[in-house]
């Protein structure tokens, strides 16, 4: 998480420290602070993680993901 956090705005960042213990959003802030510079592919595959890790979650109904809502257009 720390690693496919480490380049997104602040906003994203509050949601998932506020979605996490107090204790765990403290781990993953000194994770990122002592970080350093990260390549972009490295953060890309790691964002790409957390989206494959949280879908499945979804489908198994064990989290639910807020969307946009309305009506879908395909």
Same mark, same amino acid.
């Given at each position: 998480l720390a690693e496919g956090s480490h380049v997104v705005a602040d906003?994203?960042?509050?949601? +998932?420290? /506020?979605?996490?213990?107090?204790? $765990?959003a403290e781990i993953m802030r000194d994770d990122m602070?002592?970080?350093?510079?990260?390549?972009?592919?490295?953060?890309?595959?790691?964002?790409?993680? +957390?989206? /494959?890790?949280?879908?499945?979650? $979804?489908?198994?109904?064990k989290i639910t993901i807020a969307g946009g809502g309305g009506d879908a257009l395909v």
């Open positions: 906003a994203m960042k509050d949601k +998932i420290f /506020g979605n996490v213990s107090k204790r $765990a602070s002592q970080m350093g510079p990260v390549k972009l592919k490295d953060v890309e595959k790691a964002q790409m993680t +957390i989206v /494959g890790v949280a879908r499945r979650l $979804a489908e198994e109904q």
